[in-house]
């Protein structure tokens, strides 16, 4: 069965570095999004994705972040200068175009900002 | 705005009893309505959903009605097993311009054998 996968599954950074992590869709979806989760709260949006650009962002993706399909399997978000509040489990997913509502998740990458 | 109430966790139950964990959601309009499990270590797994009222969704044994009237879609199962020992989220997507989810704060359930 098809999955979607992130990499990697745990990164350390120091505050103000940038990271980027990586995913890899459903290859016949074409809708992409980035959740996090902080620790012991809920999973929050942070952005969706089609056709090459951003669809919709919530106010936590700010500046600081982007998101990029650099080719036609990989979908990254990156966090420019990390924050100590950053720190959070983020998940990748998505969904096809007939049914863009049921979004498959990834595994998650663990991100803890020192 | 569109909001996810889920029973406040932890849950814990015996093998073998009957489950049930709460959600209603406020939203404009008729959302899909979904449950996710996050297993111990591991990522969101769609569990189940429901598109429009009075819809059941079903898998694993784990059920859920969609109720337009009372804006709710509890979960149930009515014999737990060790292994469904996990967090459970209730999420609502309201589709329209973009399908982004909206969940609720998840509710840990634990299994004793």
């Known amino acids: 069965e098809p999955e979607v996968t992130q990499t990697p599954s745990h990164q350390v950074t120091q505050m103000g570095q940038e990271v980027i992590l990586r995913c890899v869709p459903i290859s016949n979806h074409l809708y992409f999004y980035w959740y996090r989760q902080i620790l012991g709260q809920k999973v929050e949006f942070l952005v969706s994705?089609?056709?090459?650009?951003?669809?919709?962002k919530s106010e936590i993706f700010d500046d600081q972040f982007s998101v990029e399909r650099p080719d036609g399997s990989n979908f990254t978000l990156k966090i420019r200068s990390t924050k100590l509040e950053d720190s959070a489990m983020y998940f990748c997913a998505s969904s096809a175009k007939q049914r863009q509502e049921t979004q498959y998740f990834g595994p998650g990458t663990r991100l803890l900002v020192l | 705005g569109n909001s996810v109430t889920q029973m406040e966790g932890p849950v814990t139950l015996s093998e073998e009893a009957f489950l049930t964990i709460n959600c209603t959601y406020t939203?404009?309009?008729?959302?899909?309505l979904f449950w996710y499990v996050q297993y111990p270590g591991e990522g969101l797994q769609l569990l189940l959903k429901a598109t429009k009222a009075d819809d059941k969704g079903s898998n694993k044994g784990f059920e859920a009605t969609y109720r337009k009237e009372t804006t709710s879609f509890h979960l149930e199962k009515g014999s737990v097993q060790v292994s469904d020992s996990a967090v459970y989220f209730c999420?609502?997507?309201?589709?329209?311009?973009?399908?982004?989810?909206?969940f609720g704060k998840g509710t840990l359930l634990t299994v004793n054998p």
């Open positions: 994705f089609y056709n090459n650009e951003i669809s919709e």
């Open positions: 999420a609502q997507c309201s589709g329209g311009s973009n399908y982004k989810l909206t």
């Open positions: 939203a404009t309009g008729y959302p899909s």
